[in-house]
Nanobody, 120 residues
Framework: QVQLVESGGGLVQAGDSLRLSCVVS????????MGWFRQAPGKEREFVAD????????NSADSVKDRFTISRDTAKSTVYLQMNNLKPEDTAVYYC?????????????WGKGTLVTVSS
């Protein structure tokens, strides 16, 4: 059973940095990509960033492009999200997603989330 466990959330002030981590385990098929999404109170879940597992190619939302960096450590089956210059509007529960399987038959898995709160 595929499991994703996020960590690193917390309460910070505007301008601070945090690094989120997500460890994935239990997958038997190839890891295709991993990503981060977030959901603020009263809003829908939105895409933050993702990274292709084999190539390391990244993609991120315009709202975080100059402040957040996604990376991965394939040996540790871990994806990171370095968040710099945090803003109050970054406050949300951050979820890790894994896409497992061949490109034509991907299965997605989610972690339970980690809360990031940015005070002004």
């Amino acid at each position: 059973q595929v499991q994703l466990v996020e960590s690193g959330g917390g309460l910070v002030q505007a301008g601070d940095s945090l690094r989120l981590s997500c460890v994935v385990s239990g997958y038997t098929f190839s890891m295709y990509a991993m990503g981060w999404f977030r959901q603020a109170p009263g809003k829908e879940r939105e895409f933050v960033a993702d990274i292709t597992w084999s190539s390391g190619r990244t993609n991120s939302a315009d709202s975080v492009k100059d402040r957040f960096t996604i990376s991965r450590d394939t040996a540790k089956s871990t994806v990171y999200l370095q968040m710099n210059n945090l803003k109050p509007e970054d406050t949300a529960v951050y979820y890790c997603q894994a896409l497992v399987g061949p490109p034509n038959y991907l299965m997605d898995y989610w972690g339970k989330g980690t809360l990031v709160t940015v005070s002004s």
